[in-house]
């Protein structure tokens, strides 16, 4: 027997937002990162049901099925946590833990930094809870005359679109395989002094090898799913998440150095790119100063960005047992 | 012997911020409101000061000698809570009290809401705690076709300074009076701007007397502080109120955790808005630490001006009612 994933649509915080979930028991609320879907939780899904808990992963503001508001001030970090509480309220639940990778991490952590009543454990995938820094992120992410970081080359509206709007099913390969823990690193996108640095005359996909082989945890049918939800929603609702960087920045200041005061589990791949962004070495192993209920620190050997779907097993067993001693 | 009130420059939250400040002891921030200075906090820096506390009343940004950012989106309460978490930290203070008036009453409550850790009291003045309503403010103001809502009224950049500009003296000679517990009887509903005439139409042609509370010198250091910076900073808090609805959904339900104090007058036309009787019946729901709501008969909506003396002592009993219950 499988346990069912169903799938609905609920009303939170002014939109329409599509969930997919499986499970009853307490709630975990499981949010996606870019350019991804519920989708990237497929195997969480029914490990988490099966463990006894309730699952649930929407696509998130701006992607898939969900509403995808037309202004680039629709997407900061606020609406996003107001989707998730809104999100409890339409579940008639009181509280969630709630788990996030990529994108969906800050959307985690933020999420149990600004509402511990409503979020009561956090699970933070890929991308550690970042404290506010003293200055405009934009100002200081890394740009060369020759390249600038992806996130700068997301700002100008309409160019990354444009870019992996040409050829869906090319850009949702590449991405998936370039930053997966089997790519090779030389001349790539995560390689040492290059992570995530786009060149100026060029595009994201450039630094990317088309590898005509998936990697083992990546099927044809899960490419093709990926490919059909970009095809049809396309990439501007995930890309004006980071179109609010600085915004977001401005609006966090009333929470500048306040910590993530419930448990947290942290987990990443060694080979994912985004623990060798700049700053990341001195932050990961002090992450507990900021989440002082931080009750472990989960690095998987030979694991990329994907970390739930790279290493399902692995993930569901870390997250179930987190789970379980809240 | 008078207490002294001085002066200084602070950085916080990217902006430069004037204070006038007074006294040592536990802090007590002071938020002013629209359209007010620090000076509206002039009786209670010194009542403060002299009951043992260190009182901090900064002209809030966008006002007198603060900085004053160009864009309508510097100005979301956001930025506001972001400001006064850094004057603390500027002030070196891990915690303080917040007090505010009007505007600064509902940066004040917020405050206390989102950073309890930070802000471990809160006093209101005029204005409720209000929760955050299913729909977006700006669409459930009142308006007819011959009148809007002054909050709606201040929408439109550039209209309501055009207008106050030529009214400097007038806006706080006569219309802070209109306001008071002292103003003749209002139109009804208060609050509605005439679209033929605009917001001093209503004006009276003979200036009314001053009451006791305000002063020529008074009227004269608010013009010469308006006529010098104009209006357009306090007006931009109000092209915010739907994008401050928006930032607020994560705080849905979110209850003002810490030990609270309401004040205002029953001549106040702001408990008679729209809604606001409801707000203050709900406040102990919202606020389940209101410690007391003190209504001041005959006082209208310049509470801390009009009835100095009674507002600085009920402030003093409700900041020492704290130090008590901390010792308990």
């Not at chain 1, 508001?69 to 999100?87: F, K, N, R, S, W």
């Not at chain 2, 809502?149 to 209209?159: I, K, N, R, S």
Request: glycine content about 10%.
């Amino acid at each position: 027997m499988t346990t069912e994933v169903t799938h609905r649509s609920v009303e939170t915080n002014g939109i329409r937002m599509h969930l997919a979930e499986a499970g009853s028991g307490p709630l975990v609320v499981l949010c996606h990162g870019f350019p991804e879907s519920w989708y990237s939780w497929r195997h969480q899904l029914p490990a988490l049901a099966e463990a006894g808990f309730h699952g649930v992963a929407p696509d998130m503001r701006g992607y898939g099925r969900t509403e995808r508001p037309e202004a680039i001030d629709q997407y900061t970090l606020l609406h996003l946590v107001g989707d998730m509480v809104g999100l409890l309220d339409a579940l008639g639940a009181e509280q969630a833990v709630i788990a996030g990778h990529d994108w969906g991490a800050p959307v985690a952590w933020h999420a149990a930094l600004l509402r511990p009543d409503r979020f009561r454990g956090v699970i933070g995938l890929s991308v550690p809870y970042r404290p506010r820094g003293q200055v405009r992120p934009t100002t200081v992410m890394p740009q060369t005359e020759d390249a600038v970081f992806y996130q700068l080359y997301f700002q100008t509206p309409g160019v990354a679109e444009a870019e992996l709007e040409r050829d869906v099913h090319r850009a949702i390969r590449a991405v998936l395989c370039a930053v997966s823990g089997d790519a090779p690193r030389e001349g790539s996108v995560g390689a040492a002094g290059t992570v995530g640095m786009v060149r100026r005359k060029g595009g994201l996909l450039d630094g990317m090898a088309t590898s005509a082989v998936l990697p083992r945890w990546l099927t044809e049918a899960d490419v093709d799913f990926y490919v059909g939800e970009f095809a049809r929603a396309g990439f501007r609702g995930g890309l004006n998440w980071y179109r609010n960087i600085d915004r977001n920045w401005e609006l966090m200041a009333p929470f500048s150095a306040a910590r993530v005061s419930v448990p947290a589990l942290y987990i990443a791949g060694d080979r994912d790119l985004v623990v060798a962004f700049p700053g990341m070495d001195k932050l990961i192993p002090n992450l507990a100063n900021f989440v002082p209920q931080l009750r472990g620190t989960i690095m998987l050997p030979g694991c990329g960005h994907w970390t739930q779907q790279e290493r399902a097993g692995e993930v569901n067993a870390a997250m179930i047992d987190f789970l379980r001693r809240l | 012997m008078t207490t002294e009130v001085t002066h200084r420059s602070v950085e916080t939250n990217g902006i430069r911020m004037h204070v006038a400040e007074a006294g040592t002891g536990p802090l007590v921030l002071l938020c002013h409101g629209f359209p007010e200075l620090w000076y509206s906090w002039r009786h209670q820096l010194k009542a403060l000061a002299e009951a043992g506390f260190r009182a901090v009343a900064p002209d809030m940004r966008g006002y007198g000698g603060t900085d004053a950012p160009e864009a309508i989106d510097q100005y979301t309460l956001f930025h506001m809570l972001g400001d006064m978490v850094g004057l603390l930290d500027a002030l070196d203070a891990e915690q303080s009290v917040i007090a505010g008036h009007d505007w600064g009453a509902t940066v004040a409550w917020h405050a206390a809401q989102l950073r309890p850790d930070r802000f471990r009291a809160v006093i209101a003045l005029s204005v409720p705690f209000r929760a955050r309503g299913p729909a977006r403010p700006t669409t459930v103001m009142p308006q007819t076709g011959d009148e809007m809502w002054y909050q709606l009224y201040f929408q439109e950049p550039g209209v309501a300074e055009a207008e106050y500009d030529h009214n400097v003296r007038t806006s706080f000679r006569i219309g802070r009076i209109n306001v008071s517990g002292d103003a003749p009887p209002r139109p009804q509903p208060f609050g509605m701007v005439p679209l033929l005439g605009g917001l001093f139409a209503r004006i009276p042609a003979v200036p009314p007397l001053l009451p006791a509370w305000l002063t020529e010198e008074v009227v004269d250091s608010y013009t010469a502080e308006f006529t010098r910076t104009g209006f357009r900073g306090g007006l931009n808090w109000y092209r915010n109120i739907d994008r401050n609805w928006e930032l607020l959904a994560p705080f849905d339900g979110l209850k003002v955790s810490v030990p609270a104090l309401y004040i205002a007058g029953d001549r106040d036309p702001v408990i008679e808005f729209p809604g606001m009787d409801r707000h203050i019946a709900d406040m102990p729901r919202f606020v389940p630490q209101l410690r007391r709501t003190i209504i001041l008969p005959g006082c209208g909506h310049i509470t801390q001006e009009e009835r100095a003396g009674e507002v600085s002592a009920a402030m003093i009993d409700f900041l020492r009612g704290l130090a008590t219950e901390r010792a308990a």
